[in-house]
Nanobody, 118 residues
């Protein structure tokens, strides 16, 4: 059974950085488009677009304008892990962050809480 475990969240101040990790077990992530999603307080999880997506073979990444230039997605296929480097964090980035295949076919993990507050 596939399991996704996100980690690396925390409480940070505006302008700080965090690096999230998503470790997968039960299936290899290589060969699939992988994405990070988030659910802000009181809102639905942003499953339509996500905050970062990486294609499997050419490693191209896509980001919405809200995080472009600040977030970087990467993957280590040998470790079956996906990362999200988040820089210049803003209060509006506060959310629970999840990873999944871009087609959302894996079970959701528990997510990792990111809180940006002064």
């Amino acid at each position: 059974q596939v399991q996704l475990v996100e980690s690396g969240g925390g409480l940070v101040q505006p302008g700080d950085s965090l690096r999230l990790s998503c470790a997968a077990s039960g299936s290899n992530l290589d060969g699939y488009a992988i994405a990070w999603f988030r659910q802000a307080p009181g809102k639905e999880r942003e499953e339509r677009e996500g905050v970062a997506c990486m294609t499997p073979f050419d490693g191209r990444a896509q980001y919405p304008d809200s995080v472009k230039g600040r977030f970087i997605i990467s993957r280590d296929n040998a470790k079956n892990t996906v990362y999200l480097q988040m820089n210049s964090l803003k209060p509006e980035d506060t959310a629970v962050y999840y990873c999944n295949r871009r087609d959302l076919t894996y079970p959701w993990g528990q997510g990792t809480q990111v809180t940006v507050s002064s």
